[in-house]
Nanobody, 116 residues
Framework: QVQLVESGGGLVQAGGSLSLSCAAS????????MGWYRQAPGKQRELVAT???????NYADSVKGRFTISRDNAKNMVYLQMNSLKPEDTAVYYC??????????WGQGTQVTVSS
């Protein structure tokens, strides 16, 4: 059974940084693409960053140049380094498998709040 545990969120001022972590289990991590998603209040969940099993990355335009996704296949971990944070980055952040199918099961997420 897929299990995803996100951590590292918090309250930060605009311009600050946060580093999120995600511990994955219950599936063969190293063969799967992974992604970070977020959901702001009143908005749909969106994909913000992806990393393939080979380490290639892609980012939503809104976070490009500010966020960096990485993974450690030995530890079954995926990370999101967030710099130059903006109030519009405020959301609950989730990690999940990235594939052609939108995930249907999610972890509890981690809250990121950016104050202006």
């Amino acid at each position: 059974q897929v299990q995803l545990v996100e951590s590292g969120g918090g309250l930060v001022q605009a311009g600050g940084s946060l580093s999120l972590s995600c511990a994955a289990s219950g599936f063969i991590f190293r063969v799967n693409g992974m992604g970070w998603y977020r959901q702001a209040p009143g908005k749909q969940r969106e994909l913000v960053a992806t990393i393939t099993r080979g380490g290639s990355t892609n980012y939503a335009d809104s976070v490009k140049g500010r966020f960096t996704i990485s993974r450690d296949n030995a530890k079954n971990m995926v990370y999101l380094q967030m710099n130059s944070l903006k109030p519009e980055d405020t959301a609950v952040y989730y990690c999940n498998i990235y594939s052609a199918t939108w995930p249907t099961r999610w972890g509890q997420g981690t809250q990121v709040t950016v104050s202006s």
